[in-house]
């Protein structure tokens, strides 16, 4: 077994539950985006903004990037002590994701909210 000091004192339960928890809000996310674009067949500028003006829309974007952030983090943590053997290469290619990950959420949280 890997121990790493990227994953301290989680184990393979917590890991499942992220990963189950964050599809399903990307799962909600995406249905409701196909829900509207069925509703709204041809929206223009003025439906999107109004859509993603109001503080609930806001709200669920912002939790599906978090979403994505986890899956993607307990998924490329479990690729890479399962697949990267060399310690170096390894804790490189995790903090690589880190920083990349952590970028992407406060670029998002710039968008979403307009910060």
Known sequence: MVSSIFNPGRNGVSDWLIQRVSAVVLGLYTLFLLAWFLFNPSPDYYAWAGLFGSFWMKAFTLLALLSIAAHA???????????IKPAAVRNGFVMFIILALFVFVVWGVQVIWGV
Request: a negative charge; charged letters at 10%.
């Open 73 to 83: 983090w307990v998924g490329l943590w479990t690729v890479a002590t399962d697949y």
